[in-house]
């Protein structure tokens, strides 16, 4: 089983799919693995969950929006509206996969209406959006494998997670034309719901059947960190002001604090100064692989939540070119 949060979608699906909450009893549909809608269908309407489902993936939107055309007009290799399709029946299918793997005893939460940006913006700024979910997917879903109950529900996040890391290197090689390779490892985050509230953004007010639990659940936020935006291009030696939109912790005077840069498996502690909010990225991590996230933390590496006083912000990597179309600074 899986705790209620997870149900509340993989990151790189970001929201559910049906219209109201479902009962462990409904029927959720073709079987992933067993039939090939979640592999070969092309149609419009998302696969998931058979009959019930709205097209609420960004993916789906996507399929929904653009064509073929969309994306060789643009200068993308004319199978990309294929390949995004694709992903799109994946995502119906890890979906699937979710919704069988909370208890039958937890609402199974319905769908609510969703504004992603890329619908005004276009197929540029879809394909850097879906590579920044798949690469955020990648720390969500190991980190949910530290609340998971079930060693099989461990077993599902894993593949499943292998599976985003696949959309993630299609991407990086079709897309971007850059290399695919993020190193050793994908970066992990301890703390997996806080990824999830990222996804907050795109729901619409108002939207969510109100059977819904709160979302995400339990959400663990912390002040919200930024640089200048939601994420930052700030590389391995740079340094980095940080900003508080949704309000500064309460600094103490004569209390040091932290900026703690989290990599791969590794996590660097560096001096960070309230007055100004300037810190520096940790020079010694790879440059141009995958992501890094910083928080603010009153104790050396945050090692516990309470330490860990706001963030994460996500510091995009890989590609480098990925900024500069979603405009991060
Ligand atoms: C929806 O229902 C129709 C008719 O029952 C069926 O042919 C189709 O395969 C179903 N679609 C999905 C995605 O299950
Ligand atoms: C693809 O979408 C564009 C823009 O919406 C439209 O002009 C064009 O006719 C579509 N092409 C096909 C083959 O549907
Ligand atoms: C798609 O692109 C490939 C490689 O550039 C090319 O070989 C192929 O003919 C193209 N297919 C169509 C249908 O345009
Ligand atoms: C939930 O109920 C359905 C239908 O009774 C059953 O097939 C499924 O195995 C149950 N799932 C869980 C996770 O208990
Ligand atoms: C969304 O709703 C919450 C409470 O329901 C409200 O505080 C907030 O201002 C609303 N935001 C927008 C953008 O309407
Ligand atoms: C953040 O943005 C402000 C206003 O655009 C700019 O003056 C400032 O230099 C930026 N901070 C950094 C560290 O780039
Ligand atoms: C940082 O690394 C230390 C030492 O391995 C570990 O105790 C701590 O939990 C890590 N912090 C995060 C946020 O992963």
Same mark, same amino acid.
């Given at each position: 089983m899986l705790p209620?949060?997870s149900?509340?979608?993989?990151?790189?699906?970001?929201?559910?799919?049906?219209?109201? /909450?479902?009962?462990?009893?409904?029927?959720?549909?073709?079987?992933?693995?067993?039939?090939?809608?979640?592999?070969?269908?092309? =149609?419009?309407?998302?696969?998931?969950?058979? +009959?019930?489902?709205?097209?609420?993936?960004?993916? #789906? *939107?996507?399929?929904?929006?653009?064509?073929?055309?969309?994306?060789?007009? #643009?200068?993308?290799?004319?199978?990309?509206? &294929? *390949?995004?399709?694709?992903? *799109?029946? +994946?995502?119906?299918?890890?979906?699937?996969?979710?919704?069988?793997e909370i208890s039958?005893t937890s609402?199974?939460?319905?769908?609510? !209406?969703?504004?992603?940006?890329?619908?005004?913006?276009?197929?540029?700024?879809?394909?850097?959006?879906?590579?920044?979910?798949?690469?955020?997917?990648?720390?969500?879903?190991?980190?949910?494998? @530290?609340?998971a109950v079930e060693?099989t529900s461990?077993?599902?996040?894993?593949?499943?997670?292998?599976?985003?890391? *696949? $959309?993630?290197?299609?991407?990086?090689?079709?897309? %971007?034309?850059?290399?695919?390779? #993020?190193?050793?490892? &994908?970066?992990?985050? /301890? %703390?997996?719901?806080?990824?999830? =509230?990222?996804?907050?953004?795109?729901?619409? +007010?108002?939207?969510?059947?109100?059977?819904? /639990?709160?979302?995400?659940?339990?959400? &663990?936020?912390?002040? =919200?960190?930024?640089?200048?935006?939601?994420?930052?291009?700030?590389?391995?030696?740079?340094? @980095?002001?940080? !900003?508080?939109? $949704?309000? !500064?912790?309460?600094?103490?005077? &004569?209390?040091?604090?932290?900026?703690?840069?989290? $990599?791969?498996?590794?996590?660097?502690?560096?001096?960070?100064?309230?007055?100004?909010?300037?810190?520096?990225?940790?020079?010694?991590?790879?440059? +141009?692989?995958?992501?890094?996230?910083?928080?603010?933390?009153?104790?050396?590496?945050?090692?516990?939540?309470?330490?860990?006083? #706001? =963030?994460?912000?996500?510091?995009?990597?890989?590609?480098?070119?990925?900024?500069?179309?979603?405009?991060?600074?």
């Amino acid at each position: 089983m899986l705790p209620i949060s997870s149900c509340l979608a993989s990151f790189a699906l970001v929201t559910l799919a049906t219209c109201a /909450p479902l009962s462990g009893e409904q029927s959720l549909g073709p079987i992933p693995g067993q039939t090939p809608i979640y592999n070969d269908y092309r =149609g419009i309407v998302a696969p998931f969950p058979g +009959n019930i489902s709205g097209a609420t993936l960004p993916t #789906a *939107r996507a399929t929904e929006l653009f064509n073929a055309s969309s994306f060789t007009a #643009a200068g993308y290799p004319n199978n990309t509206y &294929d *390949r995004i399709v694709e992903i *799109r029946d +994946n995502e119906a299918g890890h979906l699937n996969i979710f919704y069988r793997e909370i208890s039958n005893t937890s609402i199974k939460p319905g769908r609510c !209406e969703y504004e992603y940006g890329f619908e005004s913006q276009g197929v540029d700024f879809f394909l850097a959006e879906q590579t920044f979910v798949e690469l955020s997917s990648i720390s969500f879903l190991s980190g949910l494998v @530290i609340q998971a109950v079930e060693d099989t529900s461990r077993a599902a996040l894993l593949v499943v997670a292998a599976v985003e890391t *696949r $959309h993630t290197a299609w991407a990086l090689t079709n897309v %971007w034309n850059t290399n695919p390779f #993020a190193g050793p490892a &994908d970066t992990a985050y /301890p %703390w997996p719901n806080q990824i999830l =509230g990222l996804t907050v953004q795109f729901i619409q +007010n108002g939207s969510c059947p109100k059977e819904n /639990p709160a979302y995400p659940y339990p959400s &663990d936020q912390k002040a =919200g960190l930024s640089f200048n935006g939601t994420f930052s291009t700030a590389h391995p030696g740079d340094k @980095i002001q940080f !900003e508080f939109p $949704h309000g !500064e912790p309460c600094f103490e005077e &004569d209390k040091e604090y932290y900026a703690v840069f989290i $990599h791969e498996l590794n996590n660097v502690t560096q001096a960070f100064d309230t007055k100004t909010g300037v810190s520096e990225v940790s020079a010694a991590f790879d440059s +141009n692989k995958g992501l890094i996230y910083a928080v603010i933390a009153d104790k050396s590496g945050a090692p516990d939540l309470d330490s860990m006083l #706001a =963030g994460p912000l996500t510091l995009l990597q890989q590609p480098a070119l990925l900024t500069t179309v979603i405009g991060g600074t």
